[in-house]
């Protein structure tokens, strides 16, 4: 089982960034892929975008395309969401998640996740 904590959450303004960390402990993620979710109040979660840790390779959503970038550090064990130009329909609980298979959108790949952290864009 994958540990994982998220951090760097909070209030931007429309226009700022936002820098999300995941720390992962736990297992060797060398063979798993690493996604960011969201949901918003009253809304289904969602995926935003995954990274595979063996090679780097990133899938993101539609609308995030551009103004999000999943990076790793594997000396750190770390997943990062760097998001940029940040809208209000940004605002959410954002969850780190792991999957021992490829990149996947649909939350149900994932097994591990890690407890949110709010994302707040204000107007």
């Known amino acids: 089982q994958v540990q994982l904590v998220e951090s760097g959450g909070g209030l931007v303004q429309a226009g700022g960034s936002l820098r999300l960390s995941c720390a992962a402990s736990g297992r060797t993620l060398s063979s798993y892929a690493m996604g960011w979710f969201r949901q918003a109040p009253g809304k289904e979660r969602e995926f935003v975008g995954a990274i595979s840790w063996r090679d780097g390779r990133t899938l993101y959503k539609d609308s995030v395309k551009g103004r999000f970038t999943i990076s790793r550090d594997s000396a750190k064990n770390t997943v990062y969401l760097q998001m940029n130009s940040l809208k209000p329909e940004d605002t959410a609980v954002y969850y780190c998640?792991?999957?021992?298979?490829?990149?996947?959108?649909?939350?149900?790949?994932?097994?591990?996740w890690g407890q949110g952290t709010q994302v707040t864009v204000s107007s």
């Open positions: 998640a792991a999957s021992r298979g490829g990149i996947g959108v649909g939350a149900v790949a994932y097994g591990s």
